[in-house]
């Protein structure tokens, strides 16, 4: 299911970019979406076109949202990027298990990966920045395997997540799947 060769190396957050519109993107980490960092998170995400959902995530309504990034939080590897106090965009990795709590070695599970990034930030060079610093934190926790769905139609995010060294590994009807091979 995944490539043979690896991929990397990758930016590990903190670090400060320029996008191609000239603003200054700061890349984080979030260690556990509390206080400001999930009241700023909520907020893009209550700004995020409905029409960019792709299955069902990010959840529309306030507290749905806010309920998602809670129950995510626990056990998954978040990274967004802020423009100024604006969240712009997070990428996150979920381990794709039953029994997260369980989970022993990090690098012996696989990941699913989501990416959003707020519309007016879009096809600036964000995404692409963001993915790879999710990947280079990823690297950095020991994570090796990660793997994502998208719409076969979304031609700009197939093209982002194959610049970053994600390659086709099947398709489901819709969906074509991914996966990359950390360094």
């Given at each position: ?6 991929s990397g190396p990758f ?171 950390l360094e």
């Amino acid at each position: 299911m995944y490539p043979d060769g690896t991929s990397g190396p990758f930016p590990a957050p903190p670090t400060t970019d320029t996008d191609q519109s000239g603003r200054e993107i700061e890349y984080r980490v979030v260690e556990k979406f509390a206080g400001e960092a999930l009241e700023d998170t909520v907020e893009m995400y209550v700004e995020f076109d409905p029409t960019d959902r792709a299955q069902g995530i990010p959840p529309t309504g306030e507290e749905r949202i806010r309920n998602w990034l809670e129950a995510i939080a626990e056990s998954s590897v978040n990274v967004v990027a802020r423009h100024g106090e604006d969240v712009v965009g997070h990428a996150v990795l979920v381990p794709d298990v039953d029994d997260p709590a369980a989970v022993g070695d990090v690098g012996e599970i696989e990941w699913e990966l989501a990416i959003f990034v707020l519309q007016a930030y879009q096809e600036s060079g964000i995404g692409t920045q963001l993915l790879k610093h999710l990947l280079g934190h990823a690297d950095e926790l020991g994570i090796r395997h990660v793997w994502l769905t998208v719409e076969r139609w979304n031609t700009p995010a197939i093209a982002l997540y194959e610049r970053v060294g994600f390659e086709p590994t099947g398709t489901e009807s819709f969906e074509q799947e991914m996966g990359i091979l950390l360094e």
